[in-house]
């Protein structure tokens, strides 16, 4: 991904309409266009590949499985639905149970394994970023270090130790870069990405929207991931990709409060 280590910012430091806190992110609905990343990345890691390959069907469901992350996230991280964050973190574990076994390779995999647990977080967290980033540009050290340790509670109520988590963003950086380095993409991620981007099973408008999906994703993906996966992408995709952040920093900010945040006023409804 490119845009914490880009040379200057898409937005100015401190916009006005940038959220500032973990909570505050949280509930923009924009957080939502890292999401097709974030699966990505996660599915690029053999392991956690491996692991939805054999255990998941959300290729053929993806508003389902969206929708249970989202729940997970919100629980985990705002006030508002605090009560339920037990019952969820519960039915996540419960999911997770049965998740192991061996792939293709003979190679072991494990929902409950902590590195699996932390490159989830991870993706989860820099996903998030690359679209705040993309809208608001950089926020000063202190609330970006702030929002960077809060996430750490997504792998933690997993049970991921806590001492796993990078320190500060700047170990997060090392960790980001040799995990990239060290990622394995397989003709299952292959078929994963191919399968989440066709969803032939899916409503209209999501088929629709699929293909605006796919590019956003595959803007945000460290190039090895992103060739490896067979997203092609060449210099006139990144100008589309600088053209539409551009409208979409010129529309958004604008929307009512009320709008931008609808995608997390719904999810929450679902656990209430």
Request: hydrophobic share 45%; glycine share 10%; charged share 25%.
């Amino acid at each position: 991904m490119t845009g914490p280590v880009a040379p200057a910012d898409p937005a100015p430091r401190g916009h006005r309409d940038a959220p500032l806190t973990t909570v505050g992110l949280a509930r923009e609905a924009i957080v939502l266009a890292g999401a097709g990343a974030a699966i990505l990345l996660q599915v690029a890691h053999r392991p956690v590949g491996a692991g939805v390959a054999r255990h998941s069907d959300f290729a053929a469901d993806p508003l389902r499985r969206l929708r249970h992350t989202l729940q997970y996230v919100y629980a985990a991280v705002l006030p508002e639905a605090s009560g339920m964050r037990d019952a969820v973190t519960g039915w996540v574990r419960a999911a997770h149970g049965p998740v192991s076994g061996t792939d293709g390779g003979g190679r072991s995999y494990s929902a409950a394994d902590p590195q699996a647990q932390l490159w989830v977080t991870a993706t989860l967290y820099r996903a998030a970023e690359e679209a705040r980033w993309r809208l608001w540009g950089t926020l000063d050290d202190a609330r970006s270090e702030e929002i960077y340790r809060d996430y750490a509670v997504l792998g933690t109520l997993l049970g991921m130790p806590a001492g796993l988590w990078p320190r500060d963003r700047e170990g997060f950086e090392r960790y980001w870069s040799t995990a990239v380095g060290t990622l394995e993409v397989t003709e299952e991620a292959r078929v994963i990405c191919r399968d989440l981007f066709a969803v032939e099973s899916a409503p209209w408008w999501l088929r629709r929207l699929m293909p605006l999906v796919r590019f956003t994703a595959a803007g945000m993906l460290p190039h090895p991931v992103r060739t490896g996966l067979g997203l092609d992408w060449d210099g006139a995709d990144s100008v589309r990709e600088d053209r539409m952040w551009r409208v979409v920093r010129g529309v958004y900010p604008r929307l009512p409060r009320r709008l931008r945040q609808l995608p997390s006023a719904l999810v929450l409804r679902t656990l209430s």
